[in-house]
């Protein structure tokens, strides 16, 4: 599972398996939505790059610091999310191990927390695997090229799963091993692999900082217990919270006009309680 740096095309394939469970899982909604999304994104490259009309696409809508630069103050901000759903077009492995581990952690993290709730999640680990890339990459790594690929928002997943449920078996290569070492497996290779290019002073062609980016947020939001809450949900309930408060203040003026008119008569409304009777009145 590794996100691609265009400088370096012709890398494939992928240091670590992605762990499975004994069963084959059901699909879950968001997760079937985002491989379909993903693979129709990668087929709609692949003609592309087939028709030599790849390369501005790549460097528009992937994660690319120079463009940031070159940009600057008038940032490609959608990029933090567009880059998320691109994967190196001159490989197939790119997408095939991310899509392995988002179907198999994908539809086990939604099944544990729901659709919105790993929405959410996922989203949120590839904005922060794109921050930090951004930060932490720049600073360390400033030459760099076009991150591509949903494995820091994967990652997040992987780390999310393993933390609220880290003594889960998994199988890595025909092993079963415990989910929580499986998540410090691939995240201590990333580890490895940024400390190593501080020593070398070149990176190896991987978007280190977006795989720990996006395992810092689904560690995070476990241990917070944000994974746990709905903002939809949250926003639904203040709405409703709101609606109640100001039918319960439109009644609690009603009654105070009502009194008006019995004590003075329609005569003594003023404009705008006269409005405001018909708006309630005409409200049911």
């Known amino acids: 599972m590794r996100d691609y740096l265009s400088r370096e095309p012709g890398e494939g394939g992928a ?19 985002l491989l379909l999304v993903n693979a129709g994104v990668f087929a709609a490259g ?19 610091r120079s463009l940031w630069a070159d940009w600057f103050p008038f940032a490609p901000v959608w990029q933090v999310v ?12 790119h997408i095939l191990w991310n899509s392995l581990l988002l179907y198999f952690f994908g539809t086990m993290l939604e099944g544990l927390v729901g659709s919105r709730r790993f929405a959410v999640l996922y989203g949120g680990a590839m904005v922060s695997g794109a921050l930090a890339h951004l930060v932490f990459g720049g600073l360390l790594d400033p030459g760099g090229g076009v991150a591509l690929g949903a494995s820091g928002a994967v990652l997040g997943v992987v780390v999310a799963a393993a933390a609220l449920r880290p003594a889960a078996q998994v199988l890595v290569l025909f092993i079963p091993v415990r989910l929580w070492f499986l998540a410090a497996l691939i995240v201590g290779f990333d580890l490895f692999a940024v400390l190593a290019s501080l ?54 003026r009603m009654d105070r006009l009502l009194e008006k008119i019995q004590r003075e008569g329609m005569g003594s409304l003023t404009r705008a309680e006269r409005e405001f009777l018909k708006r309630v009145s005409s409200r049911g």
């Open 46 to 64: 692949f003609l592309l790059w087939l028709a030599g009309l790849w390369a501005w696409p790549e460097r528009l809508l992937g994660l690319d």
């Open 15 to 33: 240091p670590f398996d992605g762990g499975a469970h004994l069963a084959l899982p059901t699909l879950t909604p968001v997760t079937r939505a």
């Open 199 to 252: 020593r070398v002073g070149a990176g190896d062609g991987v978007a280190h900082w977006v795989h720990l980016g996006g395992a810092a947020w689904g560690f995070a939001a476990v241990r917070t217990g944000w994974i746990h809450r709905d903002p939809l949900r949250t926003l639904q309930l203040r709405r409703e919270a709101a609606r109640v408060a100001r039918r319960r203040g439109d009644e609690e």
């Open 82 to 93: 567009t880059y998320g759903f691109l994967h190196s077009v001159r490989t197939p492995t």
